[in-house]
């Protein structure tokens, strides 16, 4: 089972600054497998990204993800207040794993 | 526009079966996609518990797999989640999402429902 690692647990940062968030996979993933959700309180996981670097349909482009093999990141070029939430990222494969979870908060 | 709503009792006793039921609105399930069940425990992380297709081909999270079966009714356009011999790790929110799937690939979950809360206690 690949296990996924995100870092940091909390980043905290003001509306406006640039997020950068990193998953790193336990072994290579095939194919750029990966997704990123984002969740907010009480509301469930919402598709960000998948194939490493692709946006779901209506997520704004100051999302951008990128990476391959081991190494993923989610950036976030510039923080709206909406954008204060946790994110998860997630391998694809025949029994799907979550990392842990970043959690982006107001400083 | 894809909704799909999770139904079931929010209490279960230790030991018991967990049986939830997914609801799909804005799309058929006969129409292709896999249709699956993710929990969260309180504060915790997520976990892909399994996913079927409206065929009832099924792919069940290895670790879940001996206690777990989902199943499909496309006259209702829904999909349910049996959990059985349930302990307080089972607690959890239970969300249903629609899978995309390609060559048993599992890649992602693009539309979810909005989860429901199972408390496993006496």
């Known amino acids: 089972e690949i296990v996924l690692t995100q870092s940091p647990g909390t980043l905290s940062l003001s509306p406006g600054e640039r997020a950068t968030l990193s998953c790193r996979a336990s072994?290579?993933?095939?194919?750029?497998?990966l997704a990123w959700y984002q969740q907010k309180p009480g509301q469930a996981p919402r598709l960000l990204i998948y194939?490493?670097?692709s946006r779901a349909t209506g997520i704004p482009d100051r999302f951008s993800g990128s990476g391959s093999g081991t190494d993923f990141t989610l950036t976030i070029s510039r923080l709206e207040p909406e954008d204060f939430a946790v994110y998860y990222c997630?391998?694809?494969?025949?029994?799907?794993?979550f990392g842990q979870g970043t959690k982006v908060e107001i400083k | 526009q894809v909704q799909l709503q999770e139904s079931g009792p929010g209490l279960v006793k230790p030991s018991e079966t967990l049986s939830l039921t997914c609801t799909v609105s804005?799309?058929?399930?006969?129409?292709?996609?896999?249709w699956g069940w993710i929990r969260q425990p309180p504060g915790k992380g997520l976990e892909w518990i399994g996913s079927?297709?409206?065929?009832?081909?099924?792919y069940y999270n290895p670790s879940l797999k001996s206690r777990v079966t989902i199943s499909v009714d496309t006259s209702k356009n829904q999909f349910s989640l049996k959990l059985s011999s349930v302990t307080a790790a089972d607690t959890a929110v239970y969300y249903c999402?629609?899978?995309?799937?390609?060559?048993?690939?599992?890649?992602?979950?693009?539309?979810w429902g909005q989860g429901t809360l199972v408390t496993v206690s006496s």
């Open positions: 999402a629609r899978t995309t799937m390609v060559r048993g690939v599992i890649y992602f979950f693009g539309y």
């Open positions: 804005g799309y058929s399930i006969s129409s292709g996609y896999y």
């Open positions: 079927i297709y409206h065929s009832g081909s099924t």
């Open positions: 072994q290579s993933v095939s194919s750029s497998y």
């Open positions: 194939g490493a670097s």
């Open positions: 997630q391998q694809y494969g025949s029994s799907p794993t």
